[in-house]
C-alpha cells in the first residue's frame, strides 16, 4: 500500500474512519470480515488514546472487524467498528518498496506526512463514544509476528503489536491485533463469444449480431468492438458498445442493433467482419479482466 494511498485517511482521525467505511482504498484488495480475531490495546495514565484504560474488541462482537490490504504487500488497515460512535483504525506499512515481512519488528515507525519513504508508518487511532482520539505526531514500531497473503494482498491471516507514543508523550500505548479471514475469493476468470450468424434488415441495412459471455462469479462486462463490410462500392461500418451483467453458471448472451457510420453506405446479406473485446473490473481485487480483440466473420442474411 503505497503511502501516497495511506495519505488519503490519516490526515484527521474522524475522516479516515469516514473515508474507510466509505469505499475501499485504491490499490487494495476488498475488505473483508475476520472470520475470528481481536484487537486489543492499553496504556498507563497519561495516555492519550487509551486514558489509562484496557480495550479489547472480539470479530463477532463487534460491527466491523475488516483488514485490507495493499495489492504490493506494503501495507495494510485493521477496521474496528464497536457501535455507534466507537471505531477504531490501524494503519501500518514497511519503508516503501518492501512488502511487510513476517518475524520483523519496524522501528522508528511514523504517521503520515512525517513519515519518509525509508521509515516505516504507523497511525493508530479513532473515536470512542463520540469522542475523537488521535495523534497530530507520534513515534513508535510494530511487529509482524505473523503474515499470509492471498491474492492481490488479501490479507488471510495476520499476528502483530504495535508500541505507539502520541504528541511527544513518554507514556506508550501497546497493542496487538489477530485476525484469521475468509478464504480469499476466487480471481475473476471471463470468456466471450461470437455468433458467426447474425441479421440484416433490408433495404434499411440494420444489423443484429451478438454472443454470449461467460464468468465465474458475477461481473459486469463492457463490450466494445466494430463490425464493417467489404463491398465493390464501398465499406459500411459501425461500431458499438453495451454492457451484460454476467452471472456464473450459463453463458449469458448479448447483442447490439447497428446501422452503417459510413455515408453513403449500408450493410446487405453476405460476409461481415466483427472486432469484439470484452473487459470487466473483478469485484473483489483491483484488478480489469481483458480478453483482448478478437476478430471473427459473421455471416449476414435476411431474417
Not at 11 to 36: E, R
Not at 38 to 66: K, N
Not at 85 to 102: C, F, H, M, N, S
Not at 169 to 195: K, Q
Request: glycine share 12%; with cysteine.
Amino acid at each position: 500500500m503505497p503511502r501516497r494511498i495511506l495519505t488519503r485517511s490519516v490526515g484527521v482521525v474522524a475522516a479516515m474512519a469516514v473515508a474507510l467505511i466509505a469505499a475501499p482504498l485504491a490499490g487494495t484488495a476488498q475488505a473483508y470480515s475476520a472470520t475470528s480475531g481481536t484487537l486489543s490495546f492499553s496504556g498507563d495514565a497519561g495516555e492519550p488514546i487509551s486514558g489509562g484504560q484496557p480495550y479489547e474488541y472480539s470479530a463477532g462482537a463487534v460491527q466491523m472487524f475488516d483488514v485490507q490490504g495493499g495489492t504490493d504487500q506494503n501495507g495494510l488497515t485493521v477496521a474496528i467498528d464497536s457501535d455507534q460512535g466507537t471505531l477504531w483504525r490501524l494503519i501500518v506499512a514497511a519503508p516503501d518498496g518492501q512488502k511487510l515481512a513476517e518475524g520483523t519488528t519496524y522501528s522508528g515507525a511514523k504517521q503520515w506526512p512525517y513519515a519518509q519513504p525509508e521509515d516505516p508508518e504507523l497511525t493508530f487511532g479513532g473515536i470512542d463514544n463520540g469522542t475523537e482520539k488521535g495523534c497530530n505526531t507520534n513515534s513508535g514500531s510494530f511487529t509482524i509476528e505473523h503474515i499470509a497473503f492471498g491474492p492481490y494482498g488479501y490479507v488471510r491471516e495476520l499476528d502483530a503489536t504495535f508500541e505507539q507514543y502520541c504528541n511527544g508523550s513518554t507514556v506508550p500505548l501497546r497493542g496487538a491485533v489477530h485476525a484469521v479471514m475468509p478464504e480469499p475469493p476466487v480471481e475473476l476468470a471471463m470468456g466471450m463469444n461470437v455468433d458467426s450468424a447474425g441479421t440484416v434488415d433490408v433495404p434499411d441495412g440494420q444489423i443484429t449480431v451478438g454472443g454470449t459471455v461467460t464468468c465465474n462469479k458475477p461481473a459486469s462486462v463492457s463490450l466494445v468492438g466494430q463490425v464493417f463490410q467489404i463491398q465493390k462500392k464501398g465499406t459500411p461500418g459501425a461500431s458499438y458498445e453495451t454492457t451484460v451483467a454476467c452471472t456464473p453458471g450459463a453463458p449469458v448472451p448479448w447483442s447490439v442493433r447497428l446501422t452503417s457510420q459510413e455515408p453513403g453506405t449500408s450493410f446487405q446479406p453476405g460476409t461481415a467482419t466483427m472486432r469484439s473485446r470484452a473487459r470487466a473490473d473483478d469485484r473483489d481485487y483491483p484488478v480489469t479482466v481483458d480478453t483482448g480483440q478478437q476478430e471473427s466473420e459473421v455471416t449476414l442474411s435476411k431474417p
